[in-house]
């Protein structure tokens, strides 16, 4: 039988009250307000604590603060990214973070969503003071190499942000957007190509 871990990442409906997840947030929640706390000009010990919360952290990362994550461990950043202040990345699925990437301010990346019908979604009320009530599954997101999120962009579970990809400012991604492309709006769309000079 899978646990509520395995399951999670396998993107089947799993529930977020299970002891292991909770310990995983937990921890999580720690790290990261002892990196929300830690002074802005205090790279080593930033660095340091970036070590233990992601799951891998490249070369020449500047992370701001605020920053709230989910369970931090499904976190991996490439070399050379900028996340601005005040992003949060609802990790309880992969969220894989390519070279050269720029993330403004106030971005969010979820991975995790719930079914839109409700019986699939609400666990039927037991009477325990449990404050468990919902079922979660959760998709990873892949932001790729290049590519730049504008301010207050929405990414959506199970999206891929293409290679030197531009979201306009605002953006809620709801579906995949290909390489070398401008996308606004929402729902976001494509509204240019890029020549990037790639072949």
Known sequence: MK????????????????????????????????????????????????QQLFGSVGRRVHLDIDFHCEYGRNIFIGDRVIINMNCTFVDNNIIEIGNDVLIASNVQIYTATHSTKYAERIIPDDGSDDCEFCLTYAKPVKICDGAWLGGGVV?????????????????????????????????????????????
């Open 3 to 50: 646990t509520e871990l395995e399951k999670c990442l396998a993107g089947e409906p799993f529930r977020g009250g299970d002891r292991e997840l909770v310990e995983i947030t937990a921890r999580a929640k720690r790290l990261t307000r002892e990196l929300n706390n830690t002074d802005y000009t205090d790279t080593e010990r930033k660095r340091s604590i970036m």
């Open 155 to 199: 990414v959506l579970p199970g999206v891929t942000i293409g290679r030197n990809s531009v979201i306009g400012a605002g953006s809620v991604v709801t579906r995949s957007v290909p390489d070398n492309c401008v996308a606004v709006g929402n729902p976001c769309r494509v509204i240019k190509k890029i020549d990037n000079g790639e072949k």
